[in-house]
């Protein structure tokens, strides 16, 4: 588990629970977490997502992930396009058209985390966080 690293930790668990059909995958919450998960709801790629109190200071975000109405994975690949040691900033003009508009870009704003398409509707540029197809 990445400790410097939540939203790669975050898009490798989710990757790893798709792969094995699992209905729901446990995140430790953080802001940055927890935006990307309400932007994913927003665009539908899964079905809902609590954010969980722990006895322990580190509370828990369960994720429940969606698939068609045959099984069919509804997220088909989910990459971090910024690291931590290579930052990637996009202009309102810059940001990626995933599949033809198919797909999305999570991008991280001055006004919270947002998808591509809520990015040129607001005309709003930031950290380009990841891919989702």
Known sequence: MSHADPIADMLT???NAIR???????????????GIAKVLLEEGYITG?????NSNNQDTLRIDLKYGPYGEQVIHTITR?????????????????VLGGMGIAVVSTSLGV?????CRQKQVGGELLCVVN
Do not use: G, T, W
């Open 114 to 118: 947002m998808s591509d398409h809520q």
């Open 13 to 15: 668990r989710i990757r």
């Open 81 to 97: 396009c910024s690291k931590p040691s290579c930052r990637v900033y996009r202009k309102k003009d810059d940001l990626p058209v």
């Open 49 to 53: 997502f609590d954010r969980i109190a």
């Open 20 to 34: 094995i059909n699992a209905v729901q995958v446990n995140i430790k919450a953080n802001k940055i977490c927890e």
